[in-house]
């Protein structure tokens, strides 16, 4: 008992030295070695040999000497540093740490979301009209067309229904502004129908004013609801006959002519059916009549210095003929013409025929029917099979029917080459 108690003074002699040093610490500084772990195994060390002799350490021993360890604890606390527990005795409750951990810094997230592809609006497809029309062609009489003063034509185009809605008898070609050329101010655009995508023919009949310049019809169609409509994508434009009307030069007899039938008109044998008839203008235009005509107006309104007047015998079927000079044909001759009526001819209604006499043969091949349409016929006949041959040329004009304005006439009859 007595060693143990010598043991413990030493033991607190020792540590009253150790806490000296620790206390002198701030002022001098200690050698890397740790004081803590110093201090840990000095009282190790003692506590082993308090618990040796008679059986180990009384229970007095044992709690001076925990007393010591946490009084080393405290001061290892006190100054920042940290004393492990012994291994061989009971564990001792831990001492927290004074640092205070810093907190990560908040890191933001990245937003990795790609914004939507704005989609451009759909484009709105223009409406197609129901009513509307494209321009083909101009089946005749193109623009700037050179037609005589009072000339009568029939103007033709051709059109296209580009709409969505069928044409039928109800559609109308109207006039709308312009020179109207005597034409209609509307007539029926078809007695069929027309589909969409399908072409069509329209003509109208018109007449070229008297003074030479230049005119323009504008013309549309017109449904059966009264809307007009025409061309382009709005079906605004209209369609139009452009003519320029020049006076076309008289033509001057040439040597081509190599036999002028209106110079041997008084030469030629006129007569009826039945009788001869003298050439000139008679008192008495009953029997038929055989003259020039001067400065004459013909049906299509246009005045002839000379031409020749054949009018037929005043009855049903009434006839006048006329015999022309002997002729040698040659290859290439022509013979060439225009027949009509005069002007004021109204029901008018005749037929022409040419031919010739060869020898005692009568040939009569060619004819023509020709009524008061306001147009006169133009005749270009080739001659080649005659050829070498001698005729006499035969003009001659019969009524159809009982006589009935049927003053015909011949427009500078020859023969060319």
């Given at each position: ?43 190790e060390?003692?506590?082993a ?27 290892q ?107 209609p ?12 995508g ?24 017109r ?56 050439f ?25 210095s ?24 040659k ?32 040939v ?39 006589f ?14």
């Amino acid at each position: 008992m007595l060693t143990s108690r010598k043991l413990l003074w030493v033991f607190l002699a020792v540590l009253a030295l150790i806490l000296g040093a620790c206390t002198l610490q701030s002022k001098t500084p200690l050698p890397r070695n740790d004081p803590a772990a110093t201090l840990t195994s000095a009282a190790e060390t003692v506590s082993a040999q308090l618990n040796q002799g008679q059986g180990g350490i009384n229970a007095t021993s044992t709690a001076i000497a925990g007393t010591v360890i946490a009084q080393i604890r405290l001061t290892q606390a006190a100054s920042g540093t940290q004393v492990l527990p012994p291994t061989s005795t009971s564990t001792l409750p831990a001492v927290p740490p004074t640092n205070t951990p810093v907190p990560p810094t908040p890191i933001p997230a990245t937003s990795t979301a790609v914004p939507p592809t704005p989609v451009p609006p759909t484009a709105t497809q223009p409406q197609i009209p129901c009513d509307r029309a494209s321009f083909v062609d101009d089946v005749n009489y193109p623009d700037g067309t050179d037609v005589a003063p009072g000339t009568q034509f029939v103007k033709t185009w051709r059109l296209k229904n580009n709409g969505t809605c069928t044409w039928n008898s109800s559609y109308s070609v109207v006039f709308v502004s312009g020179d109207a050329m005597g034409g209609p101010a509307a007539q029926t655009l078809t007695t069929g129908t027309v589909a969409p995508g399908q072409e069509i023919d329209i003509s109208v009949a018109l007449k070229a004013p008297e003074t030479p310049k230049t005119y323009t019809g504008n013309w549309k169609l017109r449904n059966g609801a009264s809307i007009l409509f025409g061309l382009g994508e709005d079906a605004s434009k209209t369609f139009f006959v452009k003519i320029d009307v020049v006076v076309p030069m008289t033509p001057t007899p040439v040597a081509n002519i190599v036999f002028d039938l209106l110079a041997q008109a008084k030469n030629a044998e006129w007569r009826n059916a039945t009788d001869d008839l003298p050439f000139g203008d008679p008192d008495n235009d009953n029997p038929g009549v055989a003259a020039y005509a001067l400065d004459v107006t013909l049906e299509n309104d246009k005045v002839y210095s000379k031409a020749l007047a054949t009018y037929p015998q005043r009855i049903v079927d009434g006839l006048i003929t006329g015999l022309f000079p002997a002729y040698t044909v040659k290859n290439g001759d022509h013979f060439l013409t225009q027949i009509g009526l005069r002007s004021g001819c109204t029901d008018g209604d005749v037929q022409f025929r040419f031919g010739y006499k060869e020898g005692a043969n009568v040939v009569m091949p060619f004819k023509w029917n020709e009524s008061c349409d306001g147009i006169l016929k133009t005749i270009d006949l080739d001659l080649s099979d005659l050829a070498e041959k001698t005729v006499q040329f035969i003009l001659e004009v019969s009524t159809r029917g009982p006589f009935r304005n049927d003053h015909s006439i011949w427009v500078s009859p020859r023969i060319e080459r």
